[in-house]
């Protein structure tokens, strides 16, 4: 919670200047596709598992010149991918739901190509995002039997359901699974750093409609599986964007 609050600090000291200018203010929401992938090294395994995604926040163009901005901002997005996998007569599928606080700072280029009518631009630049949730909701099955599951990646709480055992047995196999996973230790870094890039198109001064890519820098899993394992998220969107004010302003 203290690092969020920073994070809204931050955020109101940027926007701050909006209180004399509402020109470049603008709102955006994004859907894009997601994949999540993960790489083991030692013996060598590349995975991929695809998802969705969404984004909703707010920025702000800042004028260096009339072609060169740079565009700092504050969104909301979630994450979803779905996975499966079998191994030794187990069969285990998994929805991995993650939510984030992101803050871009872009750099961006503008073309006028048809003044107030139409126009477009080019940006670059990080994304800087803190986790606020990531969990799996699982199930497990072998030999008829099934386990169903929430694992917390953050902190690694854990919460485990067995329909087909009595209470007793479930608590004892409750305890088997805790001392797996918590020797497992398999945790996601709260912080990611990405890389976005894309290109956007001005309708009427107003309404853009935006493209873009972007990609994680640095390895969510952390603790002891850093070592052998690097896992990232990639996303491939397109948003609307609406922009409050006059651009000559």
């Not at 590349?46 to 969705?52: E, I, K, L, Q, T």
Request: one cysteine or more; glycine letters at 10%.
């Amino acid at each position: 919670m203290k690092t969020l609050k920073i994070l809204i600090v931050i955020y109101a000291l940027v926007f701050s200047s909006t209180i004399i200018t509402f020109a470049q203010v603008g709102i955006r929401t994004d859907l894009g596709v997601v994949g999540y992938k993960t790489t083991c090294f030692d013996p060598l395994q590349v995975s991929s598992n695809p998802g969705f995604g969404f984004q909703l926040g707010a920025d702000y163009d800042i004028h260096i010149n009339k072609k060169f901005h740079i565009t700092p901002g504050l969104y909301w997005s979630y994450r979803a991918a779905l996975g499966d996998s079998t191994a030794e007569g187990v069969y285990g599928s998994e929805m991995l739901q993650e939510n984030f606080l992101n803050v871009p700072i872009h750099a961006k280029w503008k073309f006028d190509i048809k003044p107030e009518k139409f126009g477009m631009y080019i940006y670059v630049g990080p994304t800087f995002s803190f986790g606020m949730s990531s969990r799996s909701k699982f199930d497990l099955m072998a030999s008829g039997f099934k386990v169903e599951g929430i694992y917390n990646y953050f902190n690694g709480d854990f919460d485990f359901s067995m329909p087909a055992f009595s209470e007793s047995i479930s608590d004892k196999l409750n305890d088997y699974l805790y001392e797996e996973f918590a020797t497992i230790g398999l945790r996601y870094s709260r912080f990611e750093a990405r890389l976005d890039w894309g290109v956007g198109f001005i309708i009427k001064e107003h309404h853009e409609i935006v493209t873009g890519y972007d990609f994680g820098l640095n390895n969510r899993v952390k603790g002891s599986l850093a070592e052998n394992n690097f896992m990232n998220a990639s996303t491939l969107y397109i948003g609307y964007r609406y922009r409050f004010g006059n651009k000559n302003q």
